[in-house]
């Protein structure tokens, strides 16, 4: 495992590289965190699903976005668009590491800058998603009510957000949670979406929840439906396990990890 | 599985009840009940519900009242639903 930074266009990232172990050398993973307190939540299922792609002769680099975990800048100088230029500047490090097959690897609202960075990148890269946020602007919106918590209890949260929000259009900072949010990073987050980047793009989704899920749900089948209908495949796994970037006591999924490592071995059937 | 048995599973895990949720019924009181539920545990409930049930929540829909029991909250998830 290393650690290094890599230099950006304006500072540096904080970046980890776990190599593939063994001869054999299946692909290399660039792993894009989830949004503020998501992101240290889930930093243990991260550490062992990396390890275990690593036992499995996967590469995985994972970068710290600017102004977030120990990146430089601070969070109040990230925009939505330079931590897109992160990603495809991670790419462009891993590619010349290995020239085994790329995919890039999300987790929640990180699914987001995910596909934008994929856009921008030729050719078409292997998606590997985990419970992906679809919509920017639920992402912001869930963001943004942690302001208002002391005040949602008595049904007073509404002005609290709307104060937040008018700030942000009016070009200012906002504080939310201990995170100072620039304009520039919340209006690229509410406009993004998950929409399919290249035709021919593979994306394996995975999902987990408490209970057990047999059939897609609807806006999952939507979203799939989407991007096959863009010329992309699409295959969607649910396991059983905490909700770990969101529980309040750290938690892990074991069954993701199988899961995981199922989903980029098991060739996609024709 | 029905509404009620998925709210608990929520509430369950968010809080970290450890399986406590199992015996809650309609009545089981929640808010200043159940110490772990503060500001910060109610909003990232309404999160979760969002996020499972694929509701959205408006900023002025939920107050003290919401959380009061159980069935208070079901029933406020039930009616997002039926929207």
Redesign the interface.
Known sequence: MEAFFLPAAVGQRFCIYHAASGPLARGSLLYIHPFAEEMNKSRRMVALQARAFSNAGYAVLQIDLMGCGDSSGDFADATWESWVQDVTLACEWLRHRSSSPLWIWGLRSGCLIAVEAARRLKPALPLLFWQPSLDGSQVLRQFLRLKSAAEMLSGSAGGVVDSLRRDLVEGKNVEVAGYELAPELASGLERATLAPPHPGTRLEWLEVSSREVTDLPPVVARAKLQWEQAGCSVRYVSVQGPAFWQTIEIEEAPDLISATLTALLEPVEA | ?DHM??VL??L?????LNGRAAAYTKESPL?GAVP?LD??????L???V???F?I?V???E???AT?GTVGSFVDFVERKLSM
């Open positions: 599985m048995t998925q599973g929520i369950d895990e968010v809080l970290g808010l772990e500001s910060m545990a109610v909003v990232s309404i999160t979760a969002e996020d499972r694929g959205v408006g900023d002025d939920i107050d003290a959380f």
